[in-house]
């Protein structure tokens, strides 16, 4: 008979390093508090702050570099922001960043904060398609394009699978094919040069497919909207799934939104 041998010395260290490391994974994305400077949904307070600031509206709308600030009702969209964080330091009396990080929606509506809004964002289940739900809700595979991306959004879309993140431990993966795939992940504005491939790579993913657009550059085109070098043609003729806003997009964003659309939670 096979004796088994243990050496001893070696499981002492691994749980010697367990201990010493802890649980490396979030247990609940739903629930964690972003350290550090990360900026989240936005909140434009409906008062002038304890400073008296009478802030003008067309003030804020001039001030932001891309046209996230709108009036009428005066409002913020979470599509065009780069998170930048500028208007929050120049008018902190109308302007303050949440370190809410679900910010995912299913709309492109659904990206607007408006004045005096200060509540998550509504993910409605009954805008998600059926078949999303019916096949996608315990393993999802996702073939990412970068379409002129700036590598930023990239690095977190990789960051959502570490060990910290652990986004594989709810059935969500990238994978290097789009024929292996469920759906597409499109990062970057979208220049002319990748508008082709694009094409090729939404072609040969298997029906049923979905779409995400993650980052602020994906969904407006960011600091590069209306630019020449841009086609962004193929958002017009599909349906987007879920936008993920950002820049880049946070990981947490990202699993929330995902999760949000395969099982509504
Ligand atoms: S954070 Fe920057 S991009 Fe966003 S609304 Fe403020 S100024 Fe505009």
């Given at each position: 008979m096979m004796k088994l041998q243990f050496n001893t010395g070696s499981v002492l260290s691994e749980i010697k390093i367990l201990a010493h490391q802890g649980k490396q994974y979030l247990p609940d994305v739903t629930a964690v508090e972003v350290p550090g400077i990360f900026r989240g949904r936005p909140v434009i307070l409906a008062t002038a702050g304890s400073s008296g600031d009478e802030t003008d509206t067309q003030q804020l709308i001039d001030f932001c570099p891309t046209g996230a600030i709108s009036g009428e009702p005066l409002s913020i969209d979470m599509g065009k922001c780069v998170f930048c964080g500028e208007c929050q330091r120049a008018f902190p009396s109308r302007i303050r960043f949440t370190k809410d990080y679900r910010i995912s929606s299913f709309t492109r509506n659904g990206l607007i904060v408006r004045e005096g809004q200060d509540s998550p964002i509504v993910m409605d289940?009954?805008?998600?398609?059926e078949e999303i739900r019916k096949y996608f809700s315990k393993s999802l595979k996702l073939r990412q394009v970068s379409a002129a991306g700036d590598n930023s959004c990239e690095w977190e879309l990789n960051a959502a699978g570490n060990v910290n993140f652990d986004m594989g431990r709810f059935g969500i993966e990238f994978v290097a094919s789009p024929r292996h795939a469920d759906g597409i992940v499109i990062t970057g504005p979208i220049s002319k040069n990748m508008a082709e491939p694009l094409q090729i790579c939404y072609d040969a993913v298997p029906q049923p497919k979905i779409i995400v657009l993650a980052g602020t550059d994906a969904i407006s085109g960011g600091i590069f909207a209306g630019s020449e070098a841009l086609d962004r043609s193929f958002l017009i003729k599909y349906t987007v799934d879920l936008y993920v806003p950002g820049n880049p997009v946070h990981p947490l964003t990202l699993i929330n939104g995902l999760l949000s659309l395969i099982r509504g939670k």
């Open positions: 289940p009954k805008l998600v398609r």
